[in-house]
């Protein structure tokens, strides 16, 4: 009885503690289309990436780099630019070809062809500026003004991440870094 007793009490004990338990789901894989829009929307985020490398880049040198290093800083962000526009032209046409079932999934998408609208503004001017700027005349704009230019520019490709992962939110379409296989969901 005594064991019967100590049973029921270590079982009582333990009970919100099995509640509090996770369960681990596998995912859903992707169907064809999501899976494409996946594919280009990360592409695209991987060139914006280089844009804030080099931005990073520029920020640093501003103060001890020579005016023809600072040019050089200067050209790289406007090719990083340029390369962000030629990957936002197969992302846009991906998700205007998207054929959703859903009016919250459309509601989305339009949202997202809005913020790959906006982003399309920010990088043809970031290219003009940038290509302006590392002229042998206007140089020093980078190094006066520089810091100021790419906290901007950063600031405006946040809020197009910040577009993309509410599209893949709603789309359900989960990212994981390069080397990360099947981590749980909870």
Not at 1 to 25: D, E, H, N, Y
Not at 51 to 68: C, K, P, V
Not at 78 to 85: M, N
Not at 180 to 186: D, M, Q, V, Y
Request: some cysteine.
């Amino acid at each position: 009885m005594r064991l019967l007793l100590s049973g029921l009490a270590l079982a009582l004990a333990l009970a919100p503690a099995a509640g509090a338990q996770t369960v681990i789901q596998r995912r859903q894989p992707l169907d064809a289309a999501r899976a494409n829009v996946r594919d280009v929307l990360v592409s695209l985020g991987d060139s914006l990436s280089t844009i804030e490398a080099a931005g990073g880049r520029l920020q640093r040198d501003l103060r001890q780099s020579s005016t023809a290093w600072l040019r050089a800083r200067g050209r790289d962000l406007a090719q990083s630019c340029a390369r962000s526009t030629a990957a936002l032209g197969p992302a846009r046409d991906t998700v205007a070809a998207g054929q959703w079932d859903s009016e919250k999934r459309r509601k989305q998408q339009a949202e997202m062809m809005a913020a790959l609208g906006r982003l399309e503004a920010h990088l043809a001017r970031c290219e003009a500026d940038f290509t302006a700027r590392s002229t042998q005349e206007r140089a020093e704009e980078l190094r006066g003004n520089g810091n100021a230019i790419v906290a901007e520019l950063v600031t405006k490709l946040r809020t197009y991440q910040e577009a993309a992962q509410a599209f893949f939110a709603t789309f359900e379409i989960e990212v994981t870094p390069v080397g990360i296989r099947n981590a749980p969901r909870r």
